[in-house]
């Protein structure tokens, strides 16, 4: 009998040794590598022998009518879904969703699976952390338990592509979770780094021999990451982050990889008591509490994607008695916000060293765009001297190290979408060509150069208001 050969793989990188160690070298973790067995009695016998009938076959280019250019799409019946997919699930595609414990994960995809069976295609919802009752009480309680959506409780990888494999493919699977699947081919238990990539190779075969589209839930780590090895997401055609705050109602559905579609799209969904619903208009949900006299707050005119969107931008500079002031931010980048302090003291005279900043995205939205820097100089500005902004203006642009306002791109959807809303002035990089006439625009625009412009007009513009704040601190006061 072969000897088996016994490796040591880290549980939360997926990093390969040949001894025991007590710290992951590629991951840092201590205590996180542990034993397991290369090989397997799935590896042997008759069927690791069996010659493929598909082995050596290749298909040749010129032969792909004009319908099998485009990937087919199966609509999934939520409008936002299919917009982070890039219009619908591709056949033989594999997702990975990932998102924090209570979410919202299942049950985005129990509505999903409901709308797809209702348009009468097969799908499966496959659960390995909860029995079949369980799942069907989640359908009454959302109101779709008269779709016709099949139901399993299995966590054998094997015996789920058998039963799947039995009539006609399903157009969906769902695989809740991957991290509670096992093969028998792995000598490992459920969730280690070998079984989860057994696991998902096993089911990625399938979904690509029979043209099913497979969404595999993934678990989180503390740090956000998708738990097990990250072969895993390089493996799937499509990896999506379902995001969200606990005390906030809406969750935001990110694709963060995607082969057949954007990689920047956003959907917006609202959490209600009968489950999430869609948010077509998202920037009207997030600026529907804002203050229109408060100091400290700007409006960005952002993109995610090719979706336009508002959201309000929160700044509360205060003088400091601690010897290194702190510097607070929810929903930015702090890197990026450190920059721009120090851009406003060396460029635009205004000292903020001595005092404390607090920077707040409204509504818990997560802004990765440089675009947002001339919003957060406003804000911080308006907040130190305690001149509320022009409620009706909106801002964005990019901030340079010289102090300089960049252009960025996609300048039309961002004013059109301030001006469907109500807004009647933007302030916005110089040099940027918007694709409109300005004399058919009903919102006025005003192109900034420098830093030191944007603080001048809110500190000749701005109305004081007694009692509040304080008026900005130049290099040059005595």
């Not at 694709?255 to 869609?278: C, H, Q, W, Y």
């Not at 960025?408 to 301030?418: D, N, P």
Request: hydrophobic residues 40%; aromatic residues 4%; charged residues 20%.
């Amino acid at each position: 009998m072969a000897k088996i050969h016994q490796t040591f793989v880290c549980q939360s990188c997926g990093a390969v040794y040949n001894r025991w160690r007590g710290r992951c070298e590629a991951c840092n973790g201590w205590n996180t590598i542990v034993e397991e067995a290369a090989g397997g009695p799935g590896q042997s016998g008759p069927a690791a022998t069996r010659p493929s009938r598909a082995r050596g076959r290749v298909f040749p280019l010129e032969g792909l009518t004009g319908e099998a250019k485009q990937a087919p799409r199966i609509p999934s019946g939520i409008a936002e879904l299919d917009r982070v997919t890039g219009g619908g699930f591709v056949r033989g595609s594999v997702i990975l969703l990932g998102g924090d414990p209570g979410i919202g994960k299942s049950t985005l995809l129990m509505q999903a699976s409901a709308a797809m069976a209702a348009q009468g295609e097969r799908v499966a919802y496959i659960s390995g952390e909860e029995a079949v009752g369980q799942v069907r009480l989640r359908a009454e309680r959302l109101g779709l338990a008269g779709h016709p959506v099949e139901l399993a409780a299995e966590t054998n990888v094997e015996d789920i592509v058998e039963t799947l494999s039995q009539g006609r493919p399903p157009a969906l699977a769902i695989i809740d979770s991957i991290q509670t699947m096992w093969t028998e081919t792995v000598e490992s238990a459920p969730g280690t780094v070998t079984q989860v990539r057994s696991s998902a190779q096993s089911l990625i075969r399938f979904a690509k021999s029979t043209g099913t589209a497979v969404i595999l839930v993934g678990h989180v780590t503390k740090d956000g990451q998708i738990a097990g090895p990250r072969v895993v997401e390089h493996m799937v055609d499509a990896v999506a982050s379902f995001e969200g705050d606990q005390g906030h109602h809406f969750r935001i559905l990110r694709a963060v990889k995607n082969r057949f579609g954007p990689t920047d799209e956003i959907g917006v969904f609202e959490m209600t008591d009968a489950g999430l619903s869609e948010v077509p208009n998202p920037s009207a949900l997030f600026l529907a509490a804002r203050d229109h006299q408060a100091a400290g707050t700007a409006v960005f005119a952002g993109m995610e994607g090719t979706r336009p969107l508002l959201v309000e931008i929160q700044a509360l500079v205060a003088p400091s008695a601690l010897g290194m002031p702190r510097r607070a931010v929810v929903g930015w980048d702090p890197n990026r916000l450190s920059m721009v302090l120090a851009v406003l003291e060396a460029h635009g005279g205004i000292r903020l060293s001595s005092h404390d900043v607090y920077l707040n995205v409204a509504g818990g939205l997560r802004i990765t765009e440089p675009a947002a820097d001339l919003a957060v100089a406003a804000a911080l500005v308006s907040s130190l001297s305690g001149a509320a902004l022009p409620p009706e203006t909106v801002y964005f642009g990019e901030i340079g190290l010289s102090g300089a306002i960049r252009p960025v791109a996609q300048g039309s959807a961002r004013l059109k979408e301030a001006e469907k809303l109500g807004f009647a002035r933007a302030l916005m990089p110089q040099g940027r060509e918007t694709g409109r006439d300005p004399a058919d625009r009903a919102l006025a625009t005003e192109s900034l150069r420098h830093i030191a412009d944007l603080v001048a007009g809110i500190a000749a513009n701005g109305p004081k208001r007694a009692g509040r704040g304080r008026a900005p601190r130049y290099e040059d006061d005595a």
